[in-house]
C-alpha cells in the first residue's frame, strides 16, 4: 500500500507529478493541438543527415534503421518537451561493436551531426581515442591525460576505439582503471553536455562490460555492426577508386571479387580497411606501369587493370597474409 501522497512509480510524491492544466491528457492543447513531425524532421535537417548516410555508407542495413529509429526517438522527446509534457533527459551514450572498417567511426560522425541538430549537443565535435590518449604510463599522469581530452570533447561527442583494452585485469600495476572511474564520473554527471561511443570487436565487448557493469548501466544504446558481404565490398572498392578519379577494367573488377573471397579468408582481415590497402597498392604498380611505359593515354591514368591487383600475394600459393595490410 502507498504511504499518503505517494503516487505510485513517484517515490518523492507529487514533485513529479505533471501539472493538471499543463500535462494532463485530458487539457484542452492535448484535445485540439496537432503536431507535425515530417516538417519537424525538415526543420532539423534530418533526412538530409540520414540520406548522407545511407548514400555514402554500402550495406549497414540493420545500423542505418536503429539510427534512424534513435533519431527519431530523440525527435518525438523534443517536441515533447516543447509541449510541456513529461519527459526524462535521454542516455545518449552507445556501443558500436564489429570487426574493424565496418563504418563505426563514419556512423559516429554522423550521430554528432544529428544531436547537434537536435539540440542534445553544443557542437557536432567528435573527438576519437584510444587507450594511448587516456591512460598514463605512471602514478599521476592518468588523470591529467583523461581530464585533457574530456575537456576537449566536452559538448560533443567521445568516440573511444578499442575501449575493453582500458582494461588489463593481469596487470596489477596498469593505470586503465584509473581512466575508467573518471570516464565513469563523468558519462554521469555530465550526459547533458557529452555523448561517450564505446567501440570494439563484439566478444571483447562483452567481456569489457561483463568486467565492468558501471559502463553497461550507462550505455543505452547498443549497436551492432556486420561484415560486408563480397558484392558490397567491391562496390566500396568501386567507390573509392571514383572518388579518386581511377576505374577498374572488367578484368579488374572480376580479380577484386577473387581478390575479395579470398582475402576473407586470411588473418586480420579489416573489411573496408582491407580493400582500401589493397586499392592504394593497386595504384603503386598501376603507377610504376606506366612510368616503365613512358608514354600512356589518360584512359590508362584512369585505369586500374587486372595485373596491378593480381601482383598482390593472395594470389600467391602460400596464402599468406596480404602484405597490402
Partial sequence: MNEPGVEDGSPDGDSQSPSA?????????????????????????????????????????????????????LLVERVRQRLGLTTLPPTLHMSFTGNPGTGKTTVANTMAEILHRLGYLRTKRLVSVTRDDLVGEYIGHTAPKTKEVLKRAMGGVLFIDEAYYLHRPENERDYGQEAIEILLQ?????????????????????????????????????????????????????????????????????????????????????NARSIRNALDRARLRQAGRHVATGIVSIDDLMSIDAADLLASRVFSEESEPDDDD
Avoid at 538530409?48 to 534513435?70: F, H, M, N, T
Fill in 186 to 270: 563523468v558519462m554521469e554527471d555530465k550526459r547533458d553536455d557529452l555523448v561517450v561511443i564505446l567501440a570494439g570487436y563484439s566478444d571483447r565487448m562483452d567481456q569489457f562490460f561483463a568486467s565492468n557493469p558501471g559502463f553497461r548501466s550507462r550505455v543505452a544504446h547498443h549497436i551492432e555492426f556486420p561484415d560486408y558481404t563480397d558484392d558490397e565490398l567491391v562496390e566500396i572498392g568501386e567507390r573509392m577508386l571514383a572518388q579518386m578519379n581511377y576505374r577498374l577494367t572488367p578484368a579488374a573488377q572480376e580479380v577484386l571479387r577473387d581478390y575479395v573471397a579470398r582475402r576473407k579468408e586470411q588473418p586480420h582481415f579489416a
Fill in 21 to 73: 492544466d499543463s500535462q494532463s491528457p485530458d487539457a484542452e492543447w492535448h484535445k485540439t493541438d496537432k503536431v507535425d513531425l515530417t516538417a519537424e524532421r525538415e526543420s532539423a535537417g534530418l533526412d538530409d543527415y540520414l540520406s548522407e548516410l545511407s548514400e555514402s555508407l554500402v550495406g549497414l542495413a540493420p545500423v542505418k534503421q536503429r539510427i534512424s529509429e534513435i533519431a527519431s526517438l
